[in-house]
């Protein structure tokens, strides 16, 4: 049996302010991102991106994750009591964030980022899709650290106790989407990256992946105590990583069908 080492939040104090372990975990997550798409642009040529417009898209991605992860949260988990405290929204420092509605931040950004360069917004999405994936990862031993969303009970010999839950045998959830939303999928599209695909099939690969990685680990995940089970006997994770294994598995179809090259896009407009 494991016990959860109750890591002090606060990473480092500097006077009155304090950097937390989950910022922390953000940046980290930021920079391996940015560092990885560097390493593509000088061993995948075909990409055809320069290191200025890396720079400038992971703005969007920054914007995107915070903004859209913030709101995301707020719409899809706690809309009564955020309407009632607006103020709220703003303090981020308490937790709560939404991989969902970081993923339509992210989305939308880079939309905005393909009008803006004349790239099909596909081309962009295929680019940050196993980006994503370091964001991922480190956020939820992010939420490790903090000891928040844990998993359910349970009898396995890894199973851990959270003291200021409870002091009941839980899944380290938190765990295991690291290492499935993180590690594997990351390590999945990297692979997956080193020859040049089809327009949109990264991004459906991503989608798929995703949902079902998060599908499957919502079974050992504790359900918000505010919504708790859904239709179905699904959670809220659950329902909303359905739409995105669909959507991915129509985009795969597409992706095959249409058989686009980036170069022959850019070729046609």
């Known amino acids: 049996m494991l016990t959860h080492p109750d890591f002090n939040p606060v990473a480092i104090h500097?006077?009155?302010?304090?950097?937390?372990?989950?910022?922390?975990?953000?940046?980290?997550?930021f920079l391996a991102g940015?560092?990885?798409?560097?390493?593509?642009?000088?061993?995948?040529?075909w990409l055809k991106w320069t290191v200025q417009e890396v720079d400038d898209f992971l703005t969007y991605v920054v914007l995107g994750v915070i903004l859209g992860g913030r709101l995301g949260y707020v719409l899809f988990y706690k809309p009564d009591y955020y309407f009632s405290h607006p103020m709220d929204i703003?303090?981020?420092?308490?937790?709560?964030?939404?991989?969902?509605?970081?993923?339509?931040g992210v989305v939308l950004g880079g939309i905005l980022f393909a009008r803006r360069t004349g790239r099909h917004w596909l081309e962009v999405t295929d680019f940050v899709a196993p980006l994503v994936t370091f964001g991922l990862g480190f956020g939820?031993?992010?939420?490790?650290?903090?000891?928040?969303?844990?998993?359910?009970?349970?009898?396995?010999?890894?199973?851990?106790?959270?003291?200021?839950v409870d002091m009941i045998p839980r899944h380290p959830s938190q765990l295991y989407e690291a290492l499935l939303e993180g590690l594997a999928l990351g390590?999945?599209?990297?692979?997956?990256?080193?020859?040049?695909?089809?327009?949109?099939?990264m991004s459906a690969l991503f989608l798929m992946g995703y949902g079902a990685f998060r599908f499957l680990v919502e079974f050992t995940r504790e359900p918000d105590d505010f919504l708790g089970l859904l239709a179905l006997g699904f959670s809220m994770g659950q329902w909303l990583s359905l739409p995105m294994i669909i959507a991915g598995l129509l985009m795969w179809r597409w992706s095959v069908k249409s058989a686009i090259m980036p170069s022959e896009q850019q070729a046609r407009e």
Do not use: C
């Not at 703003?90 to 339509?104: D, E, N, R």
């Open 140 to 164: 939820r031993l992010g939420n490790f650290i903090n000891g928040e969303l844990p998993g359910r009970p349970t009898d396995v010999p890894w199973a851990m106790i959270f003291p200021h």
């Open 34 to 45: 940015a560092g990885v798409a560097r390493w593509r642009l000088h061993t995948q040529p």
């Open 90 to 104: 703003l303090a981020v420092w308490q937790g709560g964030m939404s991989f969902h509605g970081g993923f339509l």
């Open 187 to 201: 390590t999945l599209l990297l692979l997956f990256s080193r020859k040049p695909r089809p327009l949109g099939q």
């Open 14 to 29: 500097l006077g009155p302010f304090s950097i937390r372990w989950y910022g922390l975990m953000y940046l980290a997550g």
